[in-house]
Structures are given as structure tokens and as C-alpha cells.
């Protein structure tokens, strides 16, 4: 699963985010975006780390994770491309 080639397509099961979501904080905003699984890890919670193709500060959205531009999301937030 390593390296595949994704799309996010939701973000924690929705297409939208809710109307009291912070700016940094409104991940909806990659939906359409794709990236690559860099680390799946059978004990987090069906996520995986994927890097984004796009600069996540462009975004003003959160990053803290070890890897730049990358985010732990769901399996079933995503599509995988070839």
C-alpha cells in the first residue's frame, strides 16, 4: 500500500465541513487533491499517512506532522488511482 497514488475524496466521511470549523482547520478544503500513502500503520485507527502533491501553508491549514504536507486520513476518505 506504501507509495500508492491517492485522491481524497472526504474528509472523516463528509464532503462538507461543518459551519463552525476553523479555517486551519478545514481539511474539506483538499478535498479533490491527491497525494501518495507514505506509512500505513495496522494500529492507527484505519488512517494512513499521506503526502500531498500541494503545499499545505498555501492552505493555512494545520501541519505538525513529522513529514511536511502530510496527514493522517482514513482509508475510506480516499481513492486510489493507478
Known sequence: MKQQQVRLKSFLGRTVAKSDVERRENYWR??????RIIDARE???GRVLVLFE??????GLENHNPVKN????LLTDLVFER
Not at 483538499?30 to 497525494?35: A, N, P, Q, Y
Not at 500541494?54 to 492552505?59: A, F, I, M
Not at 502530510?70 to 486520513?73: K, Y
Open 70 to 73: 502530510s496527514l493522517w486520513i
Open 30 to 35: 483538499l478535498i479533490g487533491k491527491r497525494g
Open 43 to 45: 494500529h492507527y485507527g
Open 54 to 59: 500541494d503545499n499545505l501553508d498555501d492552505y
